[in-house]
């Protein structure tokens, strides 16, 4: 059983649409996250929420939307894909201590 | 905001050799944690620091939190091929776990 699970794994889709990325966990945690790692490795903190409610936004464009519609899903959609939006994107959570990550989904706009 | 960087950002030894990353928080940290990425894969829990001056060892791993709680180290005795990756420290700032901010990493790459 998959603690974190991501889908797809793999996505590769044309500039301007729009697309959708989906998590679950099944750890029973508060908080789930939306990471962002580019081709120099960074890890960046996208947003996260804990119990449904947004709790933080690192100034992300707002064609970047999370919802979460219970506490085991965090959904990424974005709107009008940009080149420099070509990332792996990992979901995550965790119960005040380490985060979970799943495997990842590597989008690529071209 | 908060930045945590981590030296060296690349590192290439021998097996067998030692190999040490440091991490610095611009903040001071709540507890400091540490991930390991291999190539192709996701970010893996490694252990969580959360006292001042505290030292904790998994094996051939060795960590440290600094006594001020804004820097922290990784010490791998005696690398082996299987630890080749890339190294984060994350740091807690609130202590909810709620906003983990990752350092910008070090990647390890081991040769026989």
């Known amino acids: 059983d998959t603690a974190v699970s991501q889908t797809p794994k793999y996505l590769v889709t044309q500039m301007g649409n729009d697309k959708s990325i989906k998590c679950e966990q099944n750890l029973g945690h508060d908080t789930m996250y939306w990471y962002k790692q580019d081709s120099k490795k960074f890890l960046k903190i996208m947003f996260s929420?804990?119990?449904?409610?947004?709790?933080i936004n690192e100034t992300v464009p707002n064609r970047f939307s999370p919802k979460s519609p219970d506490k085991a899903h965090l959904n990424l959609h974005i709107n009008s894909l940009e080149l420099g939006d070509s990332a792996v994107y990992f979901c995550a959570s965790s119960q005040q201590r380490e985060a979970f990550f799943g495997q990842g989904t590597r989008l690529t706009v071209v | 905001g908060q930045q945590v960087m981590q030296i060296p950002q690349y590192q290439h030894v021998q097996e067998g050799e030692d190999f040490t990353t440091y991490c610095n928080s611009s903040t001071t940290l709540s507890n400091i944690q540490w991930y390991k990425q291999r190539p192709g894969g996701h970010p893996v829990f490694l252990i969580q620091?959360?006292?001042?001056?505290e030292v904790k060892k998994q094996k051939r791993l060795t960590f440290q939190f600094g006594e001020a709680k804004k820097n922290s180290s990784l010490h791998i005795t005696a690398t082996q091929t299987t630890d080749v990756g890339t190294y984060f420290c994350a740091g807690d700032g609130t202590g909810t776990a709620s906003k983990l901010t990752f350092g910008t990493g070090t990647r390890l790459q081991v040769t026989l």
């Open positions: 620091l959360v006292k001042s001056g």
């Open positions: 929420y804990n119990n449904k409610e947004l709790i």
